[in-house]
């Protein structure tokens, strides 16, 4: 999963060495996978009303299910 997020997040964004991804097992099981980009490339990861962020929860999720887990993105500064 977060292979592919940081795929996805690299195409998105100006400057794809700032992408950085890290992981968390919660206590249930759930991946929280934590996006941090370059300053200016918060918006192209964001979107215009935060369809591309959820366009990228939606897919990370996709493939979790296939996995039989459960992931949780979450953007953060």
């Given amino acids: ?21 890290e992981s968390f097992d919660e206590d249930d099981g759930t991946l929280v996978l934590e996006l941090s980009v370059g300053d200016d490339d918060y918006g ?22 296939k996995d039989n887990g459960r992931v949780l993105v979450d953007i953060v500064e």
Wanted: glycine share 6%.
């Fill in 44 to 65: 192209k990861v964001i979107g215009r009303g935060g369809r591309t962020a959820q366009a990228l929860r939606t897919n990370v999720k996709a493939a979790a299910v």
């Fill in 1 to 21: 999963m977060r292979e592919l997020l940081v795929y996805l997040a690299q195409k998105l964004v100006d400057e794809p060495e700032k992408v950085e991804v």
